[in-house]
T-cell receptor
Framework: GENVEQHPSTLSVQEGDSAVIKCTYS??????FPWYKQELGKGPQLIID?????GEKKDQRIAVTLNKTAKHFSLHITETQPEDSAVYFC????????FGGGTRLMVKP | GAGVSQSPRYKVAKRGQDVALRCDPI?????LFWYQQALGQGPEFLTY????????KSGLPSDRFFAERPEGSVSTLKIQRTQQEDSAVYLC????????????FGSGTRLTVV
């Protein structure tokens, strides 16, 4: 089955800096890669996704890149704000949605 | 409703007790998924419904776990004879169409087995 690895597990940045989270996947048939933000006591919330027919997608301060050849994809957050602090999960869709282990992002004011 | 609703939010069960967790998906959403999230980890797939049909239950960890969605809307995840390793947050998600695109998650039920 699909295996998704996510790095780093924790990330601390200063407000205004950029944050990058990277994921790799194993199943070359996976074709959909969403990213979720999870705040304490809440369920994961979809923040951006990318399908396998594009290499990059941007939505305001958030961007995702996908390299299908290397089977890795990344989340980029620019101009980080304290409210960006949360746990972020990448996921890959093969037969089912498989999640990475999560990255705890801390944005220091 | 406006979102996916799960109840109860918190459940404490004594080891050996049976529990039932409820999920109310967004009205009209065809697909419904259950995930288990252990502390500090990513969600792990349990089972998937399309309308009332359970199309995939490969993630259910044992035969103590059972899920149903008899009328294609509300779903119940039942765990029999709970054990300590069942302690986790159980997340439900729904999506408008078949498959995983555009999942909306509920806030989950935190189950603690003592």
């Amino acid at each position: 089955g699909e295996n998704v690895e996510q790095h780093p597990s924790t990330l601390s940045v200063q407000e205004g800096d950029s944050a990058v989270i990277k994921c790799t996947y194993s199943d070359s048939a996976s074709n959909y890669f969403p990213w979720y933000k999870q705040e304490l006591g809440k369920g994961p919330q979809l923040i951006i996704d990318i399908r396998s027919n594009v290499g990059e997608k941007k939505d305001q301060r958030i961007a995702v890149t996908l390299n299908k050849t290397a089977k890795h994809f990344s989340l980029h957050i620019t101009e980080t704000q304290p409210e960006d602090s949360a746990v972020y999960f990448c996921a890959a869709l093969g037969n089912m949605l498989t999640f990475g282990g999560g990255t705890r992002l801390m944005v220091k004011p | 409703g406006a979102g996916v609703s799960q109840s109860p939010r918190y459940k404490v069960a004594k080891r050996g007790q049976d529990v039932a967790l409820r999920c109310d998906p967004i009205s009209g959403h065809v697909s419904l998924f259950w995930y288990q999230q252990a502390l500090g980890q990513g969600p792990e797939f349990l089972t998937y419904f399309q309308n009332e049909a359970q199309l995939d239950k490969s993630g259910l960890p044992s035969d103590r776990f059972f899920a149903e969605r008899p009328e294609g809307s509300v779903s119940t995840l039942k765990i029999q004879r709970t054990q300590q390793e069942d302690s986790a947050v159980y997340l439900c998600a729904s999506s408008l169409s078949g498959g995983a695109y555009g999942y909306t998650f509920g806030s989950g039920t935190r189950l603690t087995v003592v």
